[in-house]
């Protein structure tokens, strides 16, 4: 539609819950002469890829650039229509006539605005489905000064207005009553519409409810609605309503009473409600100040905090809240979807690591290196990815300059940071930002549960490398013993078997013997037939098999050590230059492991790795569970 009569302007900040079915009740309208534009704020969800498929245009502005009315005055800039209705990305019309009622009264000329009715959702508080029933009523109304109200979560303006006095960008809140207020007092009408309903869903925990207000209160003073006395009447009008409201909640008149929340929940909900109403309001009544600084108005107007587990030191982990880290130039910002639960991760719990003995590593840290996610956000120079592109990361992060770095040798790097382990937080976390040089991206229709698998498959790709050095040839078949059969050795084994070479798998676990019942793999639950394999491959990290492998191989084997730690252990190498054997070690993985396994992962079996998947607010089971070794791997969901 090239010249629409309206444009639907629709503000966005990490709306992907909402978003879709805003759209879709948008495109049953019966007045369809209308274009949707969407204005996003720097989300960290999806949002941006779901107004991609679904609105006529997407605009982006920076987070730390936001206020309401710039973020409106950029997307009306791009608009066409001669009407613009303007509707929170939490929103749903209530039928299809809602568009049609809310452009209806500008048939009158001195119309400048028109604002409709909004109703709470049923996981709405109930004290601000109270607010909304009071200041939305069912009577249509022609507002006059001095009484100057609208509400831009539900409105429409008219375009040739706008040209004149666009939405002032300075305000914390409350544009929409300042535009109104302006042609108000010139003559113009705004009108009340009550039959243009929607319901307006606020998800807000208490510190945002806080902040709200508080930004309003800031604005109501700015543009003259309010003054310094009202702060002393806001707590009075507040606990009114709260006995207002308690008495509402349980009288016959409420009918959704049958499903009301318990008289205790209730008493609580609507106490916490008003007080922290009462509390943002009042000092944003006090407060006269500017947000001149970027960084500052950021945090005013967004919430930027997610839920992590953050281990605290040795037996000391919680779901914490904390702050979504800042994107530097060069960093991207994951959101995490996926991440899998490995055996360094619950060392880093029992402070068994040696980097946290030798004090290389230090808490608290967020822990997790196996994850998977999209890129949300990009810092300048990141030019590889595209937003909400699905990746892995790399868990090994060298600095890339230094002498050893220059020969790809990023293990002896001094300025390393490991993922989820040494210096960097990691993926057990709903956001992790990371360097872009390190960001893998996946191809299309990647399973995000699979590719949390990545991260150990490159470690296993870098130490069959390791291992095939050390071969005159690697076209013949080798004899293979993968001594452990846990999640890294279920990798290594279905690889090697892959190339091409004859694999026996040894555990003493039946369990994990059995996810191999399918598979022309061997294998054996002992190790006294070690002598039989010219290449032996240690998965365990245990001292002992690790000894018996030492004395029991053939003449001429190579023996790969992948697992970790072998504690404090005297051996004797007699056997091993006796007999012209080969120890190669190999730990961590690089950028072309990582490549390699991203094709490699799609070949192998996983089912058994994705049997168990548990939400990350219950990773202290998941911890449990891994223990026990009844799941091959256990998978948190993050988001």
Request: net charge neutral.
């Amino acid at each position: 539609m090239s010249h629409p009569e309206i444009s639907v302007v629709i503000r966005t900040f990490n709306e992907e819950k909402f978003l879709p079915a805003l759209l879709d009740a948008l495109s049953r309208q019966s007045l369809r002469d209308f274009e949707t534009i969407v204005v996003d704020s720097g989300s960290m969800d999806r949002t941006r890829q779901i107004a991609a498929q679904k609105a006529d245009k997407l605009l982006r502005i920076q987070s730390h650039d936001f206020t309401f009315g710039h973020s409106l005055n950029v997307g009306i800039r791009s608009a066409t229509g001669r009407y613009i209705a303007i509707v929170s990305a939490h929103t749903l019309p209530v039928d299809s006539e809602w568009l049609a009622k809310l452009i209806e009264p500008f048939h009158d000329n001195q119309t400048a605005m028109v604002y409709g009715r909004q109703r709470g959702g049923e996981d709405s508080k109930f004290s601000e489905i109270q607010d909304m029933r009071r200041t939305f009523g069912s009577k249509h109304e022609v507002l006059r000064p001095p009484r100057f109200f609208a509400n831009n979560a539900n409105s429409a303006i008219r375009s040739d207005l706008w040209q004149q006095h666009p939405f002032d960008e300075s305000l914390p809140g409350l544009e929409d009553i300042e535009w109104a207020k302006y042609w108000m007092e010139l003559g113009y009408q705004v009108i009340y519409e009550p039959q243009a309903a929607l319901y307006h869903i606020h998800e807000e925990n208490w510190r945002q409810v806080r902040r709200r207000y508080h930004r309003e209160a800031m604005a109501a003073r700015w543009i003259g609605i309010k003054n310094l006395k009202h702060a002393l009447f806001t707590p009075v009008i507040e606990a009114i309503r709260t006995l207002f409201d308690l008495g509402y909640g349980l009288s016959p008149f409420n009918k959704s009473r049958g499903k009301a929340r318990k008289f205790l929940d209730l008493v609580r909900e609507v106490t916490l409600f008003r007080t922290n109403k009462t509390m943002g309001t009042v000092k944003g009544l006090l407060d006269g100040k500017g947000i001149e600084d970027s960084v500052a108005r950021q945090n005013f107007f967004f919430d930027r905090t997610c839920k992590a587990v953050v281990i605290h030191g040795p037996g000391r982990a919680s779901l914490d809240e904390v702050k979504v880290p800042e994107v530097n130039p060069g960093d991207v910002l994951i959101r995490v979807a996926y991440e899998s639960i490995c055996a360094t991760d619950l060392e880093i719990f029992d402070g068994t690591l040696g980097y946290y003995k030798n004090g290389m590593a230090k808490y608290p840290i967020i822990p997790g290196h196996e994850f998977s996610g999209r890129a949300v956000a990009f810092g300048p120079n990141v030019k590889h990815l595209q937003d909400g592109d699905s990746v892995v990361v790399e868990c090994i992060q060298s600095c890339g300059v230094c002498p050893e770095c220059k020969r790809d040798n990023w293990i002896a790097c001094q300025s390393r940071t490991e993922l989820g382990v040494i210096g960097r937080n990691g993926g057990y976390s709903e956001f992790v930002v990371v360097p872009g040089r390190f960001v893998h991206r996946l191809p299309s229709g990647f399973d995000l549960r699979k590719a949390s698998l990545c991260e150990p498959m490159a470690v296993v790709l870098k130490g069959v490398r390791r291992l095939e050095h050390t071969w005159q040839t690697t076209s013949d078949s080798k004899r293979c013993a993968v001594v452990g059969a846990g999640p890294l050795g279920n990798l290594c084994a279905q690889t090697l078997a892959l190339k091409g070479h004859h694999v026996t798998v040894f555990d003493r676990n039946p369990l994990r013997l059995g996810y191999f019942s399918d598979s022309n793999l061997s294998v054996l639950d002992d190790l006294k037939q070690l002598s039989e394999f010219e290449v032996l491959v240690e998965v365990t990290g245990d001292p002992d098999a690790l000894e018996v492998m030492l004395h029991k191989s053939p003449a001429g084997a190579t023996i790969l050590l992948l697992g970790l730690p072998y504690a404090h252990r005297q051996f004797t190498f007699e056997n091993i230059v006796a007999y012209d054997k080969t120890v190669v070690g190999s730990v961590g993985s690089s950028a072309k492991d990582f490549e390699d396994a991203i094709a490699f992962v799609p070949q192998l079996e996983t089912t058994a790795f994705t049997e168990k998947i548990l939400p990350l607010s219950d990773f202290k089971h998941a911890w449990e569970l891994a223990r026990t070794h009844k799941y091959l791997k256990l998978i948190l969901k993050i988001s």
